[in-house]
């Protein structure tokens, strides 16, 4: 993992693409803007293991080979 030090008003880029902007700071609480392109999904991660939590439970099972 990366870790970087930024203040206020201060972005990181990442892949020419993403740029991660920090707007406030309050306390314990950092608020970041992403700037990302519409195809690039930008989820927190709560929100990212829901999705993919969902998206577990709709897949039907896998049939191993020994089964058929």
Known sequence: MLV???KKNESIVIDDT?????VEI???KV?????APKEIPV???EV?????AEKAQQEPPAVSS???
């Open 4 to 6: 970087l030090s930024r």
């Open 18 to 22: 993403i740029v991660v902007t920090v």
């Open 26 to 28: 309050r306390g314990d």
């Open 31 to 35: 608020r970041l803007g992403i700037q």
């Open 43 to 45: 989820h927190r991660s």
């Open 48 to 52: 990212h293991a829901a999705i993919h």
């Open 66 to 68: 020994t089964e058929a």
